[in-house]
């Protein structure tokens, strides 16, 4: 049996699939992210000073800057693939923080590397808290 489907006409299916383009499935903003990470969290605050000493700790051999450098806001390299790692920072990147999949996988990626365990949601809110207060240019 054959199928037709119809639609209303030439200007309704250039409406629909303009909205399927330009909402992904996965696009986020870090304010969404912190926002997410905030319910999950409870009702702790979130601390840029624990961010940037979680960012800075070393456990074991590593630490978030081995790979993403000291200072979030220039490129790194990873430390095995020699792999170029572009600038974390979102004031530096503005595409970081944006794809709600990437950041969920390399945040899992990342912290089982650095810490051999998945990052709390607070963990996760403190570090992205810490990396929105740089702004182009200065001191980390």
């Not at 979680?54 to 074991?60: A, D, G, K, Y």
């Amino acid at each position: 049996m054959k199928r037709y489907f119809r639609f209303a006409g030439a200007g309704a299916t250039a409406t629909l699939l303009a909205a399927i383009v330009a909402s992904p499935a996965h696009s986020a903003a870090p304010a969404d992210l912190l926002q997410q990470w905030r319910v999950e969290a409870g009702a702790v605050p979130f601390s840029a000073a624990r961010g940037r000493q979680l960012f800075e700790s070393r456990v074991i051999d590593w630490s978030c800057a081995t790979c993403h450098t000291s200072d979030p806001r220039a490129g790194g390299r990873h430390t095995v693939t020699r792999k170029p790692i572009e600038p974390l920072a979102p004031s530096a990147n503005p595409a970081r923080f944006t794809d709600e999949a990437k950041v969920a996988k390399w945040m899992r990626r990342n912290c089982k590397d650095v810490l051999q365990r998945e990052c709390t949601p607070l963990e996760k809110g403190d570090v992205l808290t810490w990396l929105l207060t740089l702004k182009s240019g200065g001191q980390p």
